[in-house]
């Protein structure tokens, strides 16, 4: 068992930044992979960013890359989101998600991953 909560959403305005934590606890040594989702009201959760937990390696959303990163803290086994030039169309919700599984699905599909987060609000003013 993974469990995993996200913080640090919040109401920003245009252009600002917001950093995202997600902190995971219970069985952390079988996770291989984290991501980040986001899901706009009434739309499809999306992928924004993923971690290869064994590899260090980080793989984005190609619309969201030039303006979002992803790193871990390996000694908190905590992942974090740090989001730049925010703009009002990445208001949603943003989930963190986990992998103990190894699967077909790529890293940027749902099914990936097996344990999320409850979501933290980003709220983007104009």
């Known amino acids: 068992q993974v469990r995993l909560a996200e913080s640090g959403g919040g109401l920003v305005q245009a252009g600002g930044s917001l950093r995202l934590s997600c902190a995971a606890t219970g069985r952390t040594n079988d996770v291989n992979f984290m991501a980040w989702f986001r899901q706009p009201a009434g739309k499809e959760r999306e992928f924004v960013a993923a971690?290869?937990?064994?590899?260090?390696?980080?793989y984005y959303s190609s619309s969201l890359k030039d303006r979002f990163t992803t790193s871990r803290d390996n000694a908190k086994d905590t992942l974090f989101l740090q989001m730049n030039g925010l703009r009002t169309e990445d208001t949603a919700v943003y989930y963190c998600?986990?992998?103990?599984?190894?699967?077909?699905?790529?890293?940027?599909?749902?099914?990936?991953?097996?344990?999320w987060g409850q979501g933290t609000q980003v709220t983007v003013s104009s």
């Open positions: 971690f290869n937990w064994g590899a260090e390696a980080t």
């Open positions: 998600a986990a992998s103990t599984v190894y699967n077909r699905r790529s890293y940027d599909q749902m099914a990936r991953y097996n344990y």
